[in-house]
């Protein structure tokens, strides 16, 4: 599994059928150039999912891991954005889990957001297709994302790749305090 090339980070095409973008839609790779935009859109989906975010904490000021995460090599973590007409209109990202009791890697889905203007016009699929194909030539057995149970956008995503629902509880643990 080759996570560490920053051309992990590229789109390339696979056996997988990559969703056909609209017109002045695309998707891609994150890049330095974008970090303000996908703060933005970050922020934006804080906001929107605030009380279920409640236990994970606050969002660190620094950028620094995020960048370290994002593009120095080991790569820990991958996201893409998604574009209407050049505008940053939503994204998705990505880290790699690794399971003992399957003794392989999955790419777990942490986020996918489009700005409410956008959403249901094909950004959410050409975003999770993204991560899919990531997963794919990362090696990894499967791609893993959970949301809220009441979320009917995530369970658009589930449909069309057959995905198995899992249901769990999730716990979060905070293991340091806030320095503040």
């Known amino acids: 599994m080759n996570l560490s090339s920053p051309t992990a980070n590229t ?24 970090l303000p935009a996908l703060l933005r859109l ?14 994970y904490g606050h969002a660190r000021d620094g950028l620094l891991e995020l960048q370290e995460a994002l593009f120095e090599p080991p ?3 991958w996201a893409w954005v998604a574009f209407v007409d050049g505008e940053a ?31 249901g016009h094909g950004l959410e699929p050409l975003l999770f297709e993204q991560a899919l194909a990531a997963a ?3 090696g990894c057995i499967n791609l893993q994302w959970q949301a809220p149970a009441w ?7 589930d449909l ?21």
């Open 89 to 119: 209109a939503g994204y998705a990202s990505a880290t790699v889990g690794f399971s003992l009791l399957e003794r392989a890697y999955h790419l777990c889905l942490e986020g996918l957001y489009v700005r409410a203007a956008w959403r």
């Open 151 to 157: 979320s009917e956008a995530a369970r658009a995503l």
């Open 75 to 77: 790569l820990r973590a």
């Open 11 to 34: 789109p390339e095409r696979s056996h997988l059928a990559l969703v056909a973008a609209p017109a002045g839609m695309h998707a891609r790779s994150v890049q330095r150039a974008d």
């Open 42 to 55: 970050c922020e934006e989906h804080a906001a929107q999912s605030a009380f279920e975010r409640l236990p």
């Open 136 to 138: 794919e030539r990362f």
């Open 160 to 180: 069309p790749r057959r995905a198995t629902r899992m249901e769990a509880l999730r716990y979060v643990l905070p293991v340091a305090a806030e320095a503040g």
